[in-house]
C-alpha cells in the first residue's frame, strides 16, 4: 500500500503514514499545541495589563482630575484626598499654629506639611501640588489691602508660593483646580481661570457672583434677581456659555452635583434633587439637612436626633442619592457639633470635642463604625503649658529683665475660619 500524504510505498498494515510523514505531523502537532498556549499566555497578560491600566486610569482620574469636590470646598474644603494621602486642616501639635498636615488614606503616618500664622480654606489637591486659599498671612505685607491669597506648594510642604493676590476676591472662599486651571473669583465678582502657576488669567463669566461651584462640565453659581431682593442659582458650561437658572426664581442651598443631577437643599433645609434642566424638583428627604455633602451615589449631613423631643444630640447621617431610603442612617453621634464635614477617600472627616479634648476625626463613610482620630487637643495639658509659660514670664519681669514672652493663645479647636454668610455666598 502506499502512504496517504506523501504516496511512497509503506508495508501493510495498521498505518497508513510512512514514518518521515509520521515524524513531520508529531513536529506540526507539537508546534500547534505550543503556539496555542503561547497564546493563550499573551491572550491572559494582555486582559490583565488591560485591568491594571483601567485601573490606574481610575486613580488618576480621581486624584488628579479636579482638585476637590463642590460639597467640601462649599465645607470650607479642610480636607482633600489623592487617593493615596489625605491633605487636611489642623493645628500644631501645641495648637499655637495652624496649616496643613497630611496623612495616608488608611489614617496612619501623620506628617505636617505647612505651619503658618494664616487661615487656610479650600485645599485642592492637584497632581503634585496642593492648591489653596490663605487669609492673612504674616509672611507676607501687611499692608496689602487685600488679605485673601491663592497659594500652591509641592506635597512634600515645599515651595509655598503665592499665584494670585489683588487680583482675587477678599471675600471669596473657594477656588477649583482642573483642567490645568484654576477657578475663582475675581475683585470685579466675576469668574476667572489662571494657569496653575497663576499666569494667563482671563475671564470665564461676567455675571457678578460671589459663590462658585465647579465641576469637569459644569459652574454652579448664585446671581441676583431683577428685583435685588434675592439670589437665583444658576448653571452654566465649564467655558461660560449657556447660562440659565436651575429652578425658575429659586436659589439653592448646599448645592452639589453627580453626573445629570444636581442635590440641594431649600430654604427649609429640606433634601431635594433635580434633573438638569428639567425645572422639576423632587423630595429625597424631608428632614433638617446641615452641611450637605455628596460622594457614590450617598448624602451626608448634619441633624440633631430628634428636636421634636428635645434631643439636640448632633448625629452624622448619610442616604441614598437616588431617593430610596425611606429614611437616612445615622453613621455617628458627635458629642458636640462640627462646623464642616469634608468626604477625603473612604472617610468622613469633622471636628468634634468632649470635656477634655478637641480633635479632628475620621470615620469610615460605609457607615462600617471604623474611626481614627488625626489630630487631639488635650485641654488640661495645653491650659498648663500657657499657664507655665505666664509664670516663667512673670520670674523674668521681677528680675527686671525684659519679658519676651509672645503673648499667649487660646487653644484652636473650633473652626479656625468662620466666615460669615454673605448675600451671594452659597
Not at 453627580?258 to 429625597?284: H, P, R, V
Request: proline content about 1%; aromatic content about 10%.
Amino acid at each position: 500500500m502506499n502512504c496517504t500524504k506523501c504516496g511512497k510505498e509503506i508495508p501493510e498494515g495498521e498505518k497508513t503514514v510512512c514514518e518521515d510523514c509520521e515524524k513531520k505531523f508529531e513536529v506540526s502537532s507539537d508546534k500547534t499545541e505550543k503556539n496555542s498556549k503561547l497564546k493563550l499566555v499573551i491572550a491572559i497578560a494582555v486582559v490583565i495589563l488591560a485591568v491594571i491600566v483601567l485601573c490606574v486610569i481610575k486613580v488618576l482620574g480621581n486624584s488628579s482630575n479636579i482638585g476637590n469636590s463642590i460639597g467640601n470646598i462649599r465645607n470650607y474644603g479642610y480636607g482633600a484626598s489623592d487617593g493615596k494621602w489625605i491633605y487636611y486642616l489642623s493645628p500644631n501639635e501645641d495648637s499655637t499654629k495652624v496649616g496643613i498636615s497630611k496623612v495616608k488614606n488608611n489614617g496612619d503616618e501623620k506628617q505636617e506639611l505647612l505651619m503658618d500664622d494664616m487661615d487656610i480654606v479650600s485645599i485642592n489637591s492637584y497632581k503634585n501640588y496642593i492648591y489653596f486659599i490663605g487669609i492673612g498671612s504674616s509672611s507676607y505685607s501687611e499692608t496689602d489691602e487685600i488679605d485673601n491669597k491663592i497659594y500652591k506648594m509641592k506635597k512634600d510642604g515645599s515651595d509655598l508660593e503665592v499665584i494670585n493676590d489683588n487680583e482675587f476676591n477678599n471675600e471669596c472662599y473657594e477656588i477649583y483646580a482642573l483642567n490645568n486651571s484654576i477657578y475663582y473669583i475675581g475683585v470685579d465678582q466675576n469668574i476667572y481661570k489662571m494657569n496653575l502657576d497663576g499666569t494667563n488669567r482671563e475671564l470665564v463669566s461676567e455675571n457678578g457672583t460671589g459663590y462658585i461651584g465647579i465641576t469637569n462640565k459644569y459652574i454652579i453659581y448664585n446671581v441676583q434677581n431683577e428685583a435685588g431682593d434675592n439670589y437665583i442659582t444658576h448653571i452654566m458650561n465649564i467655558d461660560g456659555s449657556n447660562s440659565r437658572a436651575i429652578i425658575e426664581n429659586e436659589r439653592l442651598y448646599s448645592v452639589d452635583v453627580s453626573e445629570n443631577y444636581i442635590y440641594y437643599t431649600n430654604a427649609e433645609k429640606q433634601i431635594y434633587k433635580t434633573e438638569i434642566d428639567s425645572g422639576e424638583q423632587e423630595l429625597i428627604l424631608d428632614t433638617t439637612a446641615y452641611n450637605l455633602n455628596l460622594k457614590d451615589n450617598y448624602l451626608y449631613f448634619l441633624n440633631y436626633a430628634d428636636v421634636e423631643n428635645e434631643d439636640y444630640t448632633v448625629c452624622l447621617y448619610r442616604i441614598k442619592a437616588d431617593g430610596s431610603d425611606e429614611q437616612a442612617q445615622n453613621i455617628k453621634t458627635l458629642s458636640s457639633y462640627s462646623g464642616y464635614i469634608n468626604l477625603v477617600g473612604d472617610w468622613v472627616m469633622y471636628m468634634d470635642s468632649d470635656d477634655n479634648s478637641g480633635f479632628i476625626n475620621l470615620v469610615k463613610s460605609d457607615a462600617s463604625g471604623e474611626e481614627k482620630k488625626i489630630y487631639t487637643l488635650n485641654y488640661e495639658e495645653y491650659y498648663n503649658s500657657i499657664n507655665d509659660t505666664e509664670d516663667t514670664a512673670e520670674n523674668v519681669n521681677t528680675d527686671g529683665q525684659e519679658n519676651e514672652n509672645p503673648e499667649s493663645e487660646t487653644p484652636d479647636t473650633e473652626n479656625n475660619v468662620t466666615p460669615e454668610e454673605s448675600n451671594t455666598a452659597q
